[in-house]
């Protein structure tokens, strides 16, 4: 186990560098010169020649690629070309900001999805089943940017019940634990959450209902063990895959809430991604793709290593 | 059936094969037909998607109006206007008449690209999957690269470096779709592939080209083919986002993600007319969940 956990962090290194080499492709499959993604078009010609030497794109690829890695490492992603900040400054407080969003939305559909799930699976065949498969699956296929506008329909400009845009009164950006920040949060956090609460009923029901089908629980149930004991066995035995699912779900939602965040102009990474596109911001677009993937990496080992230590049954060679 | 000679292992084989052959395949696919005939869901989906698809194909005898010509005067009516049943746009073009053409390009981002990702993921794994070894190792962890990127980011990202437009949409939806189809190929490939007649027919001197396009495709295509038919509805739903980014479709095209977009300055307005566009992408999309759903069902395709 312990053997297989560590492999398992070993074998992560290459799949990080190889999400790195691609974000590093992204700058280079861009039409035009790269260098454009670095000087601003009107830059003097020399300036422009002083630029590629420094930044060593008179080199070969494979130098450029180490040459970019070592800098992108110590966390230096360049500099955006419309503001001239460096990329990470920015990408610090929008990334709090998605990180915010994707974890009540992931949890708000995790929730609804175990609910819904679970009760398809114990009630398999019956309305309540078809009821929440129904859901789940207009949970899927529901293009979620425009489940937002629906939202902002309804519940802003129908019923003014709560505000359309930004993460805070007054268009701030910043975070801050009161009604108005909250009241921002709910669109977003119940257009984003559809999606994980669809998988997670369907991946939840299937589990459920597998479960449910196991001789131990009518074992259980023959020896008169209760409806809440049984569902307590149901749940121990749910548990890992149900979490590992809902953990990639978070990955997933961190890098998919890009339109989401368009929709309610939500100041996390991915209106970052739209304004850098819009603007043909290179640097920001790398290195928000850069961020997001490795986070994506990161959490899917985190989520491969949980489910290892926490289901014995699942041994890996 | 009283030959004096002993067949040889092939020929049994073959014999064996045109005794079967016919007779499985007819009584496979009757019965898929049969049990999709039982499943009035999937029938309703089908029919919804088969009328979807004449209106949008008949769009310029369908449409009431010029999907490109705008009036300054008429611009944002209600849905219900007489002459312009579903309102018009911000430039005072007839949204009808725009869904109906809009859902030429919709359709045509949702499918192409599944549709490619469909044969080159299917080379690919079923490659993969019975050659095994270094080629299975070297296509497997450059799938697993591109796995390690959330589709909606991998798409947008692709699209985004390589600026808008029809192509590069369709090559970055290309791009997420084929790991997918490569890994779901690679699997089932591999679970046929040790199976004891890809062994018989080895046995009895077929080669691999042989076996892969006799034994092994026959086999795989169907499991991939549903798979494949899950992903138009997420194709569609990202393709259309990608328009709604302004990455897809360039204006005036109709399109129904472009159009979302271009209203969505419109809800103030008229909020019911702006959010038409994403109506249509909707029950599309979950009409072919629910067809592929049906599909999985009737051809009992496992996962």
């Known amino acids: 186990m ?32 790269p260098i454009n993604a670095i000087v601003p078009p009107d830059a003097p010609a020399d300036v422009v020649e002083q630029v590629r030497r420094d930044y060593g794109l008179d080199k070969p690829l494979p130098v450029q690629f180490g040459l970019w890695l070592s800098k992108v490492v110590v966390g230096d992603l360049g500099r955006s070309l419309a503001t001239g900040r460096p990329v990470w400054a920015d990408l610090r407080s929008a990334i709090g900001n998605t990180l915010m969003l994707a974890f009540c939305a992931s949890g708000l559909g995790f929730i609804l999805g175990c609910i819904l799930g679970g009760l398809a699976g114990t009630f398999r065949g019956s309305a309540i089943d078809r009821g929440a ?65 669809g998988i ?43 979490l590992a699912v809902m953990g990639l779900q978070l990955g997933y939602l961190m890098g998919g809430s890009i339109l989401v965040e368009t929709v309610f102009s939500w100041p996390g990474t991915g209106l970052l991604l739209n304004s850098a ?3 043909r911001d290179l640097p920001v677009l790398q ?29 890996r060679a | 059936m009283s030959t004096a000679t002993t067949p040889t292992a092939a020929e049994a084989e073959l014999a064996v094969q045109a ?41 310029p005898l369908l449409a009431p109006h010029d999907p490109y010509q705008g009036s300054m005067i008429r611009r944002l009516r209600a849905i219900g206007t007489p002459n312009y049943l579903l309102g018009t746009d911000e430039l005072g073009r007839d949204i009808l008449t725009r869904l109906l053409y809009g859902g030429r390009l919709s359709w045509f981002m949702g499918i192409v690209p599944v549709a490619f990702a469909f044969v080159i993921g299917t080379t690919l794994g079923v490659t993969a999957g019975f050659m095994g070894g270094r080629v299975n190792m070297a296509i497997m962890r450059v799938t697993d690269v591109f796995y390690a990127f959330p589709s909606v980011l991998l798409a947008v990202a692709i699209s985004g470096a390589l ?45 691999g080209f042989t076996i892969v396009r006799v034994h092994v495709l026959g086999n795989v295509l169907g499991p991939i083919f ?23 479709t360039k204006p005036p095209e109709p399109e129904w993600g472009l159009m979302l977009n271009t209203l969505r300055t419109a809800i103030y307005v008229q909020p019911w007319v702006a959010v038409l566009p994403g109506a249509c992408i909707f029950v599309t999309s979950i009409c072919f969940n629910l067809l592929s759903d049906g599909l999985r069902q009737a051809m009992d395709v496992k996962g």
């Open chain 1, 2 to 33: 312990i053997l297989y956990l560590a492999r398992r962090i070993v074998y992560a290194i290459p799949i990080a560098l190889a999400v790195g080499f691609v974000c590093f492709m992204l700058v280079q499959i861009a039409p035009g010169d």
């Open chain 1, 133 to 197: 498969t129904g859901i789940a699956v207009a949970g899927v296929s529901v293009p979620h940017y425009w489940l937002g506008m629906v939202m902002v329909v309804v519940f802003s400009v129908q019923l003014n019940w709560l505000p359309a845009m930004g993460a805070g009164p007054g268009g701030s950006s910043d975070w801050g634990w009161d009604w108005e920040h909250v009241k921002h949060l709910v669109l977003p956090t119940i257009t984003l959450s559809v999606i994980p609460m």
């Open chain 1, 200 to 242: 997670v009923t369907r991946t939840v029901r299937g589990i459920v209902a597998e479960i449910m089908n196991q001789e131990f629980i009518t074992a259980l149930r023959g020896k008169g063990m209760t409806r809440r004991g049984i569902f307590l066995h149901v749940v121990k035995n749910a548990a890992p895959n149900a």
């Open chain 1, 277 to 279: 596109i819009f603007q």
């Open chain 1, 287 to 315: 290195g928000t793709i850069l961020v997001l993937a490795m986070f994506f990496v990161a959490l899917n080992l985190l989520v491969d290593l949980i489910q290892t230590t926490l289901d014995p049954r699942i041994k």
């Open chain 2, 19 to 59: 005794r079967q052959a016919p007779v499985r395949s007819q009584g496979y696919w009757a019965g898929v037909f049969k049990r999709l005939r039982r499943d009035p869901v999937t029938i309703a989906c089908a029919a919804i998607l088969l009328l979807m698809l004449l209106a949008i194909v008949f769009a």
């Open chain 2, 163 to 207: 600026g808008a437009g029809i192509f590069n949409a369709i090559l970055s939806l290309t791009l997420v779709f084929v790991p997918q189809i490569i890994r779901v190929a690679e699997s089932v490939t591999q679970g046929v592939r040790s199976l004891d007649f890809v062994d018989a027919a080895r046995a009895s001197g077929a080669s």
């Open chain 2, 226 to 248: 549903v798979y494949a038919t899950g992903l138009i509805s997420v194709c569609m739903i990202l393709s259309s986002g990608l328009s709604f980014l302004g990455l897809g």
